[in-house]
C-alpha cells in the first residue's frame, strides 16, 4: 500500500510539474509575439458569431463580483506588463490594454490542452480531473479577457472618433 502511495505522489509530481512548465512555455512564447500581432483581433481573438456582450458576462456569469480575484501572470517574465497598470484615460495606453487582454486569450487557449498529454501517463479517471482542472484554472481568464475588450473597443472607437 505504501508503494502505491509513493506511486500516486510521483503521478501528481509529474501532473503538477508538466502544468507549470507547460504554462511557463506558453508564457514565454506570448511574451515573444511582437505587439504588433496584437493590434487587431485574429480568428481566435474575434468575436463569436453567437451575441456576445458585456451584458451577458454580467448577468449570466456574474463577472464583476469575481474578475478582481483571478490573478494577473503579465509581469511574471521580464519587460511583462500587469494589466492593471494600463488602465488609464489616454488612447494609446487602452489600446495597449486591448492588446494585453488579446495576449492573455492566446496563452489561456494554449495551455487549457495540456490535459490532454495527461492521458499518457492517466488512466481515464486522472485525465478527467486534468479536464476539469484545465477548464476550470482557464475558463474564468477567457471569459475577462473577452469581457475587458467588450468594455475597451467601444471606448476606444469614441476616443479616436473625436480626435479626428
Known amino acids: 500500500m505504501e508503494r502505491q502511495a509513493v506511486s500516486h505522489a510521483i503521478v501528481a509530481l509529474a501532473c503538477a ?13 506570448a511574451h515573444r509575439l511582437p505587439q ?38 503579465g509581469s511574471a517574465l521580464p519587460g511583462g506588463v500587469l494589466k492593471k497598470s494600463l488602465v488609464s484615460r489616454d488612447p494609446a495606453t487602452l489600446q495597449r490594454l486591448v492588446e494585453e487582454t488579446r495576449r492573455a486569450e492566446l496563452v489561456h487557449l494554449a495551455i487549457w490542452p495540456f490535459w490532454i498529454t495527461t492521458a499518457l501517463w492517466l488512466p481515464p479517471a486522472g485525465v478527467l480531473i486534468n479536464l476539469v482542472f484545465a477548464t476550470l484554472f482557464n475558463l474564468p481568464c477567457l471569459w475577462l479577457q473577452r469581457y475587458n475588450r467588450l468594455r475597451l473597443q467601444p471606448l476606444l472607437l469614441t476616443m479616436h472618433s473625436r480626435h479626428y
Request: glycine letters at 8%; charged letters at 20%; zero cysteines.
Open 17 to 29: 510539474l508538466g502544468w507549470m512548465l507547460w504554462s511557463l512555455l506558453i508564457g514565454v512564447l
Open 36 to 73: 504588433a500581432a496584437l493590434t487587431g483581433d485574429s480568428w481566435i481573438t474575434k468575436q463569436r458569431p453567437w451575441p456576445e456582450s458585456m451584458q451577458t458576462y454580467e448577468r449570466n456569469l456574474g463577472i464583476r463580483r469575481w474578475k478582481s480575484f483571478l490573478p494577473d501572470a
